[in-house]
C-alpha cells in the first residue's frame, strides 16, 4: 500500500459557452506533441479534441485522460438543449471501443500531459492558444496515496513488442540501460 504525498493536480477547465470550434487547440498540441517538436501539424495525434455538434453549433473541447483497457459496460445518453448525446462523446479516456486518443502509426493511447515535456510550458498550449477563454489552467494541491503503475509500462511494452517484435525491444532496452550506466 503506498502511503500519503501531496501532489498538485493539475486540470483544464472548459467552459462551453466560449468555444467557438476553431480547433487552434488541437494544432497547438499536435504540433507540441510532434517530433521533432512543432515539425507537423497532424490533429489526429493531438490531446485534446472539440467535439462538434452541428445542427445546435455546439462545440465541446474534451482532453485525453487515463487509458480503459475494456469498453464502458453501461453507455448513460445525456442530453443537451434537447440533442441526446452518448457518454462516449465526452469520454477523455482512450479505450478498445474507439480510435479517439490513440497515436495513428502505433495506436498507443494518447493522454495529455499538460505540455510538461521538454521545454516544459507554464501552462498547457491549448490553454495559451485559445483565443476566447473557452480552455483555463488549474492547479490545486491534493493528498494523495502514491502508487507505482507497473500495468502502464507492460502495456506500453506489450505495443512496442507487436509493433517492432521481442528481440528489438530487448535489444534496445538492454543498449538504453548499458549507455545510462556508462
Not at 500500500?1 to 501531496?6: D, R
Not at 485534446?48 to 455538434?53: D, F, N, S, T
Not at 491549448?126 to 507505482?148: F, G, H, M, P, S
Amino acid at each position: 500500500m503506498g502511503e500519503k504525498k501531496k501532489k498538485i493536480v493539475k486540470t483544464i477547465k472548459v467552459d462551453l459557452d466560449k468555444c467557438n470550434g476553431c480547433r487552434a487547440c488541437e494544432v497547438a498540441c499536435s504540433a507540441f506533441h510532434a517530433a521533432p517538436k512543432y515539425s507537423s501539424n497532424n490533429p489526429a495525434r493531438s490531446r485534446i479534441r472539440v467535439i462538434h455538434e452541428p445542427l445546435r453549433d455546439v462545440y465541446v473541447p474534451v482532453y485525453a485522460g487515463e487509458y480503459a483497457k475494456a469498453e464502458c459496460m453501461g453507455r448513460d445518453k445525456y442530453v443537451i438543449d434537447g440533442k441526446e448525446y452518448d457518454e462516449c462523446s465526452f469520454c477523455r479516456a482512450s479505450c478498445p471501443s474507439r480510435d479517439l486518443f490513440k497515436e495513428p502509426d502505433s495506436a498507443l493511447p494518447l493522454k495529455c500531459d499538460m505540455c510538461e515535456d521538454d521545454p516544459p510550458q507554464e501552462k498547457p498550449l491549448c490553454v495559451q492558444w485559445c483565443l476566447n477563454d473557452a480552455l483555463t489552467y488549474e492547479e490545486r494541491e491534493e493528498e494523495v496515496e502514491e502508487e507505482v503503475k507497473q500495468e502502464d509500462v507492460e502495456r506500453g511494452l506489450d505495443s512496442m513488442i507487436d509493433k517492432y517484435g521481442l528481440d528489438k525491444v530487448i535489444d534496445t532496452v538492454t543498449r538504453m540501460a548499458l549507455s545510462k550506466k556508462g
